[in-house]
């Protein structure tokens, strides 16, 4: 006999509050959200914050509401949701990251990028100073990746070693827009970079 088990509010808020809720690893929270989108809304407003759902990259997550400049500072509620900070080699490596998935994307076939840590390494050491401490970047590019982790950008995979599965909440970081600029930005960045390393080498 199957189970029907009727949707709960507490069960659809309490893991939102927690982080990203993704359909493939939190089936039961999920379903729950889909059945109480309307009462999910007005719970997390009253607390200041908007839901964001995409059903069909599915995941879901709180954001911060937009701070009315016409609210007294009194009566405005206090931030739930942190801004993060992001280093510029973490931000650039999620920009490669979001290129890299607008890429797999239009190849079509598997729905999960999966990415070494080597190919990762790859990626961003193009753009990082050169350096003749081989160990030292390394170890600098692995902390980026572990930031990438930490914020759920990146999961490791559990049947690979070193291996990553990009998380398609980046689509909802990185906007098209954006994303339509980056071969620019990242062709003037080089430009920058290459102009150091020459200055450098002419110091030495």
Do not use: C
């Not at 709960?8 to 993704?22: E, Q, T």
């Not at 839901?51 to 997550?61: L, N, R, T």
């Not at 990553?164 to 994303?179: C, G, N, S, T």
């Amino acid at each position: 006999m199957t189970t029907v088990t009727e949707p709960d509010l507490s069960s659809a808020v309490i893991p939102l509050l927690k982080g990203v809720v993704y359909r493939d690893t939190h089936d039961r929270p999920w379903q729950h959200l889909l059945q109480l989108q309307p009462q999910v809304r007005d719970y997390v407003a009253a607390l200041g914050l908007t839901v964001v759902i995409d059903e069909a990259e599915g995941y879901a997550f709180l954001r911060q509401r937009p701070v009315d400049e016409e609210t007294d500072d009194d009566k405005q509620l206090p931030r739930l949701i942190p801004r993060r900070s992001l280093s510029f080699p973490v931000s650039l490596l999620l920009a490669l990251l979001r290129k890299k998935l607008a890429e797999f994307d239009a190849q079509g076939g598997d729905t999960r990028l999966m990415l070494t840590r080597a190919q990762l390494t790859e990626m961003l050491r193009v753009f990082l100073p050169a350096t003749s401490n081989e160990a030292r970047i390394i170890d600098q590019i692995d902390a980026h990746i572990g930031k990438a982790v930490e914020f759920g950008f990146l999961r490791p995979a559990k049947n690979a070693d070193q291996t990553y599965e990009v998380r398609r909440i980046l689509k909802a970081f990185v906007d098209a827009q954006w994303l339509a600029d980056l071969d620019a930005k990242l062709a003037e960045y080089a430009a920058q970079l290459s102009g150091i390393t020459d200055a450098k080498g002419e110091d030495e």
